[in-house]
């Protein structure tokens, strides 16, 4: 099993920053993608950026240029800087690790809320 915990999640007003970090522990090893989810309310989870055990990072549009994904493979531990929140950033913020050659091995975090005032 995978454990995922999210921290760093809180309310800050528009074109403010956060940091958040995602804790991983247990059989992490057996993942190869690590990602940042985010779902507002009414609206499908969806990706926002992640990364490759590799380092191939991909981004949302919505967020390229704002938001940067990194992670210490030392700690396990995975971040998503984010920069000039906007509203619509709004969200609870899942982390998830998987593995892209077993679909069974999906893990998710329980998620952190980011609200961002106008």
């Known amino acids: 099993q995978v454990q995922l915990v999210e921290s760093g999640g809180g309310l800050v007003q528009t074109g403010g920053s956060l940091r958040l970090s995602c804790a991983g522990s247990g059989s992490i090893f057996r993942t190869n993608v690590r990602g940042w989810y985010r779902q507002a309310p009414g609206k499908q989870r969806e990706l926002v950026a992640d990364i490759t055990i590799g380092g191939n990072i991909n981004y949302a549009d919505s967020v390229k240029g704002r938001f940067t994904i990194s992670r210490d493979n030392a700690k396990n531990t995975l971040y998503l800087q984010m920069n000039s929140l906007k509203p619509e950033d709004t969200a609870v913020y899942y982390c998830?690790?998987?593995?892209?050659?077993?679909?069974?091995?999906?893990?998710w975090g329980q998620g952190t809320q980011v609200t961002v005032s106008s």
């Open positions: 998830n690790a998987r593995n892209s050659l077993n679909p069974s091995w999906d893990y």
